[in-house]
């Protein structure tokens, strides 16, 4: 067995490093005045707004977006859309490192973050669903990191090892896309215990199926944005299957994705008609919610439609980024913006430029990660010592 | 005074008796899960509260609570609406200018000990208790800090020390549940010098609240808050203006929160159990599909190898007869060629011509 060489070239001060080093300088420097000064030195948290954008952005949004890996794990092997495989590695490789910083930002959040084992250790809220967040997040964070594996292992070089969790890849494919289903939904069941502070435009209780429903979306426009991203900056190191496979991949994921924003679409009216909230449509809020679900929703659903039917892969990466912007507002809406609607301006949440600066940190970091690890490890091509799984 | 401890003592022993007497038919009209029919509460009468801020102080003492900015007895900071925060477990608000009042009213905020707590039922640690003397109180050595209860608490109550770096910790009423076992009353009932606040056994004070409303007519609306709002509350309050009027919201509904939250909750052994079954189910009948697909592939290569196989053959075959007849007919040419020459050589020779042959017909 022989453990490869990690070459680290020096690092070249390209502006993506510059940007990079001071904004990890500058987290670094909150995070230490954040575990000495606490959440009122570095955060505008209040007894009204309990929750800002470390819960809103980086739990929130960060687990919509980290969906890509169940919902590309099972088109590929449960669905046996073979012709996505080349996608699936790159897709948990993103999907891990997402909750991984989810997990490390909710450090930040929770007051006493070295008790985070405590639900499950020392008493179990069950009647909670943040306590079923906690326990799928916490669970698939684990399959994730299972499912990542052999890549690493694929680098060292232990043969066996590999051999054997590629083994799993049905088990854990299944055990992923239960949890991913079960806290994708419960995301948006936390707010259903506050119905009198979300505005009834978007509280519902239908909540779950609607943070459920949008994850698909969010998980299949991310493996777009995704891969066009890697084409442009990791291009050299895509093996021919990879490139090959690339646009099928992107048109096929922009139909499904089409689809999905349709049925969301429609679930969406389904839920203003079920609360009966047409009259609010006639506000301020209502001018938002029909922007949120009309030029973030219905909008890219025709895009999607469009850019697949024509093979257009420029409209297909475009309306991902698009339909990703869309999950980002939703998720802020249902969160922060739209939630305790009910208060005087003075009193509602606005980021400190330091939540900011966290949640920058933890999105450079997980950029790096990436980086290092499609750089050295068999992500974008397949092992040539390796049967493909 | 409103009670004194002996008196205090006195409803205790009246709540035993009541359970023996008609504690059975009282517990049926609380909500099914409101649990403890004997639970103690708080009623507030608007009416009667004159503003002074003596259960405020009283609280912050018995409470062991940081001193306030200003002294409870400056009644300047009623200029501002305030809220319940990390060193304040109560807080009374003015409220002025409200038509049908003759002057400015008065309310105290504090934790309403619901039968069914928002924030208990959304702790992910169980650091809420519901107690059977109906206090909800919190136990800070389990508590992550995750604020969740304060999203779910309906009236805004709980609080956090956000200034506490490494032990910081959710703050709210404890209804003095520390005190009542002890048989002391809430120091801010012990303090109000205008009995706005009476305390006793939950049903009783419902009772109560309605023999008001009914020994003075026109000074009360028919609504006791609290008595159904989220599925009840320990604390009663009864007001002669809207409740909104005092800033409390009329729009919460009756459901108790852990009601809100079941339907959610019931789906996660559905779909613990379903998916697996279903989503194998659909790698099978895809491996099936492969497998047939795959099989009739192989299957066509099969047919097609065969197939050529057979031309092959065929082709060998007639190219082999073909051959055969080639040589044949290349024999019969050398015989015929092999004949004539005979003959030839024959008739050159002095035996005679051949008959048949042209020679023989010519004349010599
Ligand atoms: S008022 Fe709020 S803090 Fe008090 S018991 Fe009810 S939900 Fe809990
Ligand atoms: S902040 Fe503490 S008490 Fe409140 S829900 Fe979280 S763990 Fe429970």
């Given at each position: 067995m022989q453990f490869p060489k990690?070459?680290?070239?020096?690092?070249?001060?390209?502006p993506f490093n510059i940007v990079a080093a001071i904004v990890v300088v500058v987290g670094l420097g909150i995070t230490v005045l954040r575990f000495t000064k606490g959440l009122a030195a570095t955060t505008n948290l209040s007894d009204y707004n309990p929750w800002g954008i470390w819960i809103g952005f980086d739990l929130l949004v960060g687990v919509a977006l980290a969906a890509g890996g169940y919902v590309t794990s099972a088109a590929c092997y449960?669905?046996?859309?073979?012709?996505?495989h080349t996608a699936v590695r790159p897709a948990i490789l993103t999907g891990f490192l997402g909750y991984a910083l989810v997990v490390l930002a909710l450090h930040y959040d929770v007051?006493?973050?070295?008790?985070?084992?405590y639900p499950f250790?020392?008493?179990?809220?069950?009647?909670s669903l943040l306590f079923e967040v906690a326990a799928c997040v916490a669970l698939y964070l684990t399959v994730l990191f299972i499912e990542w594996t052999p890549a690493a292992l694929e680098w060292l070089g232990l043969k066996r090892a590999r051999n054997l969790v590629v083994r799993l890849t049905l088990v854990l494919t299944i055990f992923g896309v239960v949890l991913s289903t079960l806290h994708q939904s419960s995301l948006g069941a936390l707010?259903?215990?506050?119905p009198s502070k979300l505005h009834p435009l978007w509280y519902s209780p239908y909540l779950a199926l609607f943070f459920f429903v949008s994850s698909i979306v969010a998980g299949l426009s991310m493996v777009i944005f995704e891969g066009a991203l890697a084409h442009r900056y990791f291009h050299h190191k895509m093996d021919e299957a990879h490139r090959r496979e690339a646009d099928g991949v992107a048109l096929g994921f922009a139909k499904a994705a089409s689809w999905v924003l349709g049925g969301y679409f429609v679930l969406k009216v389904v839920g203003v008609a079920q609360a009966d909230?047409?009259?609010?449509?006639?506000s301020g809020y209502g001018a938002w919610f029909l922007v949120e679900v009309i030029g973030f929703v219905l909008l890219p659903c025709f895009f999607f439609a469009i850019g697949a039917r024509e093979k257009n892969l420029r409209i297909v990466r475009f309306t991902a980024a698009w339909a990703v912007l869309g999950i980002v507002i939703n998720r802020f809406n249902v969160g922060?913006?739209?939630?305790?609607?009910?208060?005087p301006s003075s009193e509602r949440y606005f980021p400190h430029w330091m939540e900011i600066g966290i949640s920058l940190f933890i999105v450079t970091i997980g950029v790096l990660a990436y980086k290092f690890i499609v750089s050295h490890m068999p992500i974008l091509y397949a092992h040539p010592d390796y049967e493909p799984h | 005074m409103s009670i004194s401890r002996r008196r205090f003592l006195g409803w205790m022993g009246a709540a035993g008796a009541g359970l023996a007497a008609g504690g059975r038919a009282h517990a049926a009209a609380l909500?099914?899960?409101?649990?403890?029919?004997d639970a103690l509460g708080v009623l507030f009468d608007v009416t009667r509260?004159?503003?002074?801020?003596k259960c405020e102080e009283a609280c912050n003492r018995v409470n062991e609570l940081p001193p306030p900015e200003?002294?409870?007895?400056?009644?300047?900071?009623?200029?501002k609406t305030r809220r319940t925060d990390a060193r304040t477990y109560t807080v009374v608000n003015r409220y002025e200018g409200?038509?049908?009042?003759?002057g400015p009213l008065y309310r105290k905020i504090q934790?309403?000990?619901?039968?069914?707590p928002a924030c208990a039922s959304a702790c992910f640690v169980r650091a809420f208790t519901k107690n059977p003397d109906g206090a909800v109180t919190y136990d800070e050595?389990?508590?992550?800090?995750?604020r969740y209860c304060m999203i779910a608490c309906p009236f805004e109550i709980p609080t956090y020390e956000?200034?506490?770096?490494?032990t910081p910790r959710v703050m709210k009423?404890?209804?003095?549940h520390p005190r009542l076992v002890q048989g002391l009353l809430p120091g801010c009932v012990e303090a109000c010098?205008?009995?706005a606040l009476t305390f006793g056994r939950r049903r009783d004070l419902l009772r109560i609240a309605r023999e008001r409303m009914a020994q003075f007519?026109?000074?009360?609306?028919d609504h006791i808050y609290g008595?159904?709002?989220?599925?009840?509350?320990?604390w009663l309050t009864i007001s002669g203006v809207p409740f909104a009027a005092i800033?409390?919201?009329?729009?919460?509904?009756?459901?108790?929160?852990p009601e809100l939250t079941k339907g959610a909750l019931g789906v996660v052994p559905v779909v613990a159990a379903m998916w697996p079954v279903l989503l194998t189910g659909i790698y099978a009948i895809n491996r099936r599909r492969d497998r047939i697909a795959r099989e009739e592939r192989e299957a066509a290569v099969a047919a097609a190898v065969a197939r050529a196989e057979a031309e092959a053959k065929k082709k060998l075959a007639e190219a082999l007869a073909k051959a055969e007849k080639d040589k044949k007919a290349a024999i019969e040419r050398e015989v015929k060629k092999a004949l004539e020459e005979a003959a030839r050589a024959r008739g050159e020779a002095p035996a005679g011509p051949t008959p048949g042959t042209p020679g023989a017909t010519k004349p010599a």
């Open positions: 990690v070459t680290l070239e020096r690092p070249r001060w390209t449960l669905f046996g859309l073979k012709r996505f007051g006493r973050p070295w008790r985070l084992p250790i020392v008493q179990q809220g069950t009647t707010f259903l215990i506050a909230a047409w009259h609010h449509l006639a922060l913006i739209a939630f305790n609607y009910h208060l | 909500p099914p899960s409101g649990g403890h029919p509260c004159i503003g002074c801020r200003r002294p409870f007895q400056d009644l300047g900071v009623l200029q409200i038509p049908g009042a003759k934790c309403n000990h619901c039968l069914e050595s389990v508590c992550v800090g995750c956000y200034d506490k770096a490494l009423c404890t209804f003095c010098p205008s009995e007519p026109g000074r009360y609306l008595e159904f709002e989220m599925g009840g509350t320990a800033g409390m919201r009329e729009d919460l509904g009756t459901t108790p929160a």
